[in-house]
């Protein structure tokens, strides 16, 4: 689809080379290229995948890097597999695995604000202009547990209006100390996950939820748990806005009852490991529901030779509801 | 041979360069420089008639003569040129190293400006100080210009393909030189048209489709153009016919102005090769100002040949090149004891063709293929006078030629004014008296020798033409019409 690509720059997004070599060889806006000659609608968000073109671009530098290796080093597609079922489907490679991922759609996608628009920071922008001759979407800016910026410890900002390259000369501004301790925790639990095996991450995360919350699959079932249950939704909502996650979402009037934080139902979708809900909302519940040991014992895997029922084996302590109504 | 795509050569690095230049991958990637005795000959090729001619096969034969025409004689203007692209092209892409962001910067600046759709301003060439390269060459038509402006080219891989540079990756595409014709249409988007298909030519994509595809308007053509010349990084750019643009009538408000072109060229900076005949250059540097294009004659004159002017000539008895020429075309195995090629006969020779190569070359081909045929008949004895036949393989040959070729017999000098010596003169003085008999007979109401008993009279505007002396001519023939 495009020729002579440029050779990424140090952490650049795969979208961002992409982009350049297509400005430099259309004279078209990417949005009318992608509409009239893809015939394909040109999403603006780095949560949409542009798989296609991206594969391109990853053959094209098959002679630098493995097509693994480039995916992880120069985009944020990793970030979307890191709690994906994968169970149902016949993934053998890096390739068949991403074009599963375009298939996907994921719940309550819309409704993480960190993932809904390309973002970069300020400063990186202007110094690669005057060092590069042009600035570029960093792949680490993309990902949706990050808020700043690990260089300039400066906060990342979201593209407004139509997609390019990242404008340059803008106002940075600085980090709170409570977001710099939100994006430091959830980036420590996604290392903790990603050293857990792809295809245990979500059961095992699932588990642990369950047990936390006091619940099973068929409780749902019994009309008498449904009050335990509203309430402690209720406390859920009001324990997500103490914290400082909400940088990182927001509610949605169209996804009212299917939010696991404030519906059964939703509760109920998430906590079913064949559906795929935006891996931030998992990334949330372990946040607020469980402790760092918690997490750790929760992605704990089996030794060789351990014995099969080794995941029934763990438990963690119920979550206790202070709530007197309840009780 | 030139719809064939170009091999894609992978980038072999010199080690050993300037300073300013060792990161720089484009020159870098450069051949490198030859001196004039290795250039002579790379660049020279003598086709041989081998010695047993008249035993091979008619038809290898014939073909071993066709093949004369291969034969390249370089001249002391094909080194200048060469040491003018030479050096034009490595200071340009001294000037845009690909890993510079000044490169960069001015990339993302022209795609913007293309997509924006940013009207091309015609006196945008005055916010430079420095001039846009130019090498202007010029001749008669038929004396070599583009096929040696072409050769020098060729020495130079025309797609160059970067994988690492330095031990880092570098993936480009690297088009060293373009050469495509100014338009002879009125039409500003020919010359973009032209540019594009011979950019798809070299690169063997479809290139144009997407710089260009569905654009109308004629500054979008021209910002595409110009953005296509920095993404490929085309070192030089060889427009030939540069006629069309060079006296640009006023009525003519298509064809680009030289102001146009320079503030097409001058941001991109791209060394240009013009090349236009001879008989353009005099009629413009009479009338080098032009109120239209705001310009004075000196702007004119310096835009159009800012770093070299290189004249190819006529070519005159006794130089190097004309000797090698009648060496390889009558080579002394067949032309020789009483059928030898004196300098008498050279002379003629080269009056006949005024000094044009081209016009050497066909009829040489056209005078060693009748020599031929007479030979291999036995009626080779009937050649009595070299020079003789020589005017009959003239006559029946180049009649189509012979027109355009009358203004240059009578203006051309055989050998150079000074060191004319008195025999060159008089031969000369005495061939030019023949060509002036050969001229057309007076038109005269009274067709004679009528063939047919009805012949329909052929009329060209108020002139008329006896068909029967055309029929004449041929009917003469002991020698064949090529």
């Given at each position: 689809m495009f020729y002579s690509l440029p050779v990424p720059f140090q952490d650049e997004h795969v979208a961002s080379v992409v982009y350049r070599a297509f400005q430099c060889t259309h004279h078209l806006s990417i949005e009318q290229y992608y509409k009239q000659e893809l015939n394909e609608l040109f999403f603006d968000m780095p949560q949409r995948f542009w798989l296609n073109s991206y594969f391109d671009v990853a053959i094209a530098f098959k002679h630098y890097f493995e097509l693994p290796e480039f995916l992880s080093r120069f985009s944020n597609l990793c970030d979307y597999t890191l709690l994906l079922n994968t169970e149902q489907t016949?993934?053998?490679?890096?390739?068949?695995?991403?074009?599963?991922?375009?298939?996907?759609?994921?719940?309550?996608?819309?409704?993480?604000?960190?993932?809904?628009?390309?973002?970069?920071?300020?400063?990186?922008?202007?110094?690669?202009?005057?060092?590069?001759?042009?600035?570029?979407?960093?792949?680490?800016?993309?990902?949706?547990?990050?808020?700043?910026?690990?260089?300039?410890?400066?906060?990342?900002?979201?593209?407004?209006?139509k997609f390019g390259l990242p404008p340059v000369e803008q106002q940075s501004s600085e980090v709170t100390t409570k977001q710099v301790a939100t994006e430091k925790r959830l980036r420590w639990i996604v290392e903790q996950i990603r050293l857990t095996p792809s295809k245990l991450r979500k059961s095992c995360l699932i588990q642990a939820f369950k047990q936390k919350l006091n619940i099973s699959d068929a409780e749902h079932l019994k009309l008498q748990n449904r009050d335990r249950l509203r309430y402690l939704h209720h406390w859920f909502a009001d324990c997500y806005n103490k914290t400082g996650l909400g940088d990182f979402f927001e509610w949605g009037a169209m996804g009212a009852n299917l939010y696991p934080l404030d519906s059964i139902r939703g509760l109920y979708f998430m906590l079913d490991c064949k559906n795929n809900i935006h891996p931030m909302i998992y990334l949330m519940l372990c946040y607020v529901l469980l402790t760092d040991d918690e997490i750790v014992m929760a992605l704990e895997t089996p030794n060789e030779g351990a014995e099969n029922n080794f995941m029934a084996t763990r438990m963690l302590m119920p979550f206790e509801i202070p709530n007197a109504k309840y009780a | 041979m030139r719809h064939l795509v170009p091999m894609r050569v992978k980038a072999d690095y010199q080690s050993s360069l300037r300073d300013k230049y060792a990161d720089n991958p484009f020159v870098a990637s450069m051949p490198p420089f030859?001196?004039?005795?290795?250039?002579?000959?790379?660049?020279?090729?003598?086709?041989?008639?081998?010695?047993?001619?008249?035993?091979?096969?008619?038809?290898?034969?014939?073909?071993?003569?066709?093949?004369?025409?291969?034969?390249?004689?370089?001249?002391?203007?094909?080194?200048?040129?060469?040491?003018?692209?030479?050096?034009?092209?490595?200071?340009?892409?001294?000037?845009?190293?690909?890993?510079?962001?000044?490169?960069?910067?001015?990339?993302?600046?022209?795609?913007?400006?293309?997509?924006?759709?940013?009207?091309?301003?015609?006196?945008?060439?005055?916010?430079?100080?420095?001039?846009?390269?130019?090498?202007?060459?010029?001749?008669?038509?038929?004396?070599?210009?583009?096929?040696?402006?072409?050769?020098?080219?060729?020495?130079?891989?025309?797609?160059?393909?970067?994988?690492?540079f330095a031990g880092k990756p570098f993936n480009n595409e690297q088009v060293v030189y373009l050469s495509f014709d100014m338009q002879s249409s009125k039409s500003k988007k020919a010359l973009v048209y032209n540019f594009f298909a011979e950019l798809d030519r070299v690169l063997g994509l479809e290139a144009s489709k997407d710089f260009i595809k569905g654009i109308t308007v004629v500054d979008k053509l021209l910002s595409a153009m110009k953005l296509a010349i920095h993404k490929y990084s085309i070192g030089i750019m060889h427009i030939d016919e540069f006629q069309f643009a060079l006296n640009r009538r006023k009525a003519s408000k298509d064809i680009p102005t030289l102001a146009e072109l320079e503030a097409l060229f001058n941001k991109v900076g791209v060394p240009i090769i013009l090349s236009a005949t001879q008989d353009a250059i005099t009629e413009f540097s009479q009338n080098a100002a032009s109120a239209e294009s705001q310009t004075t004659a000196m702007q004119s004159v310096r835009r159009v040949s800012s770093v070299a002017h290189i004249t190819f000539k006529q070519w005159k008895h006794g130089a190097n090149a004309t000797n090698t020429f009648f060496d390889v075309y009558f080579p002394k195995s067949i032309f020789c004891a009483s059928y030898e090629i004196d300098n008498k006969f050279q002379i003629q020779f080269l009056m006949y063709a005024a000094g044009v190569p081209h016009a050497m070359t066909e009829l040489a081909i056209a005078f060693v293929r009748n020599f031929y045929d007479l030979k291999k008949k036995g009626q080779v004895e009937t050649i009595s006078d070299m020079s003789l036949f020589l005017a009959q393989v003239y006559k029946v040959r180049m009649q189509t030629w012979h027109s355009a070729l009358r203004v240059l017999q009578n203006k051309y000098s055989v050998s150079g004014d000074t060191s004319q010596s008195e025999t060159e003169k008089t031969q000369a003085e005495h061939v030019k008296s023949v060509l002036k008999a050969t001229k057309r007979k007076s038109r005269t109401n009274k067709p004679a020798n009528v063939v047919a008993n009805k012949i329909e009279r052929i009329e060209e505007g108020e002139e008329v033409i006896n068909p029967d002396s055309i029929v004449a001519d041929y009917s003469k023939g002991d020698f064949d019409v090529l």
């Open positions: 016949n993934i053998q490679s890096p390739m068949s695995l991403f074009e599963y991922l375009s298939t996907v759609k994921f719940v309550q996608a819309v409704n993480i604000k960190s993932d809904r628009a390309w973002r970069y920071c300020p400063e990186c922008a202007t110094e690669e202009e005057k060092s590069l001759g042009t600035s570029y979407w960093h792949a680490s800016h993309q990902r949706y547990y990050r808020l700043s910026c690990d260089r300039h410890q400066c906060l990342l900002k979201s593209l407004e209006g | 030859m001196e004039k005795e290795d250039f002579d000959a790379f660049m020279s090729y003598k086709h041989t008639l081998p010695d047993d001619l008249f035993e091979l096969l008619t038809i290898d034969a014939k073909e071993e003569i066709d093949d004369l025409k291969k034969t390249y004689l370089p001249l002391n203007q094909s080194y200048q040129l060469y040491e003018h692209i030479y050096v034009q092209m490595r200071k340009y892409y001294g000037q845009v190293n690909p890993l510079s962001a000044d490169a960069r910067r001015l990339q993302n600046e022209l795609s913007i400006s293309l997509k924006s759709g940013v009207a091309f301003r015609q006196n945008e060439a005055e916010l430079y100080s420095e001039l846009c390269p130019t090498i202007l060459v010029s001749g008669e038509a038929g004396c070599g210009k583009t096929v040696t402006i072409r050769k020098i080219l060729s020495l130079f891989p025309q797609v160059i393909q970067h994988q690492s």
